[in-house]
């Protein structure tokens, strides 16, 4: 895949019962932010940036993490635009809302 900046739209679902929802999420948010590229935290879901492989690693670390924490299920959506001839920025699709 091309070098340029995507960006992806990441919630995660916990359908758990052993332990609050959140809590899980709150784990999943700091793999996010420990990743080295650029996030926006939502109260749906987290927005991140960064080349196509540094999204979808960060999307598998988050997964990983879970299944390693033994996280019984989750779901996780994502919603991932990619540019083929350049960066498409979250930046780019909000600044005049802003």
């Known amino acids: 895949m091309h070098q340029y900046i995507v960006n992806a739209s990441i919630q995660i679902l916990p359908v758990v019962q052993d332990r609050h929802p ?9 793999i996010i932010q420990n990743a ?6 939502g109260p749906f879901a987290t927005v991140v940036e960064g080349t196509y ?17 033994h ?9 991932l635009q ?3 001839g350049g960066d498409i ?8 809302f802003r």
């Not at 959140?22 to 700091?30: K, L, P, Q, S, T």
């Not at 080295?36 to 935290?41: L, S």
């Open 71 to 79: 996280c019984n299920e989750w779901i996780t959506s994502i919603q």
């Open 36 to 41: 080295g590229i650029k996030y926006e935290i």
């Open 82 to 84: 990619i540019r083929s």
């Open 22 to 30: 959140y809590e899980w999420v709150d784990e999943a948010i700091a």
């Open 53 to 69: 492989e540094e999204v979808m690693k960060v999307i598998n670390a988050v997964n990983e993490h879970l299944f390693n924490r």
């Open 89 to 96: 920025t979250g930046d780019e699709k909000v600044e005049k």
